[in-house]
């Protein structure tokens, strides 16, 4: 778990990155999400975004993938099973005049 800063233009100078960690204490930075975001919101749609996030793309980025890819996919698909199923009991339980979530 870390904070995430999402910003709206692409990030890739590192010295830039470093400096806007240290200004708003995020440890990564997100260039992806805000775009997704804006697009449900015109839309009036619910947004969750679910992912696996490197600052290392710039660099060992292939080396990373295969070195710790597998490991990402599973990580990301319990994460994102674990939600929906949050989610499914929370819609059922509000179904049911139960709002315990």
Do not use: H
Not at 2 to 29: G, N, Q
Not at 87 to 96: F, G, K
């Amino acid at each position: 778990v870390a904070s995430l800063l999402t910003t709206k233009t692409p990030l890739t100078d590192p010295v830039l990155r470093d400096e806007l960690r240290l200004e708003t204490k995020a440890d990564i930075v997100d260039m992806e999400a805000l775009y997704l975001f804006i697009s449900a919101n015109n839309l009036k749609l619910p947004f969750v975004s679910l992912k696996v996030v490197s600052d290392n793309a710039d660099n060992d980025a292939i080396l990373n993938i295969k070195q710790y890819g597998k490991q990402w996919s599973k990580v990301l698909g319990k994460v994102a099973f674990d939600f929906i199923n949050y989610y499914l009991d929370c819609r059922a339980s509000i179904n049911i005049g139960s709002s315990s979530c």
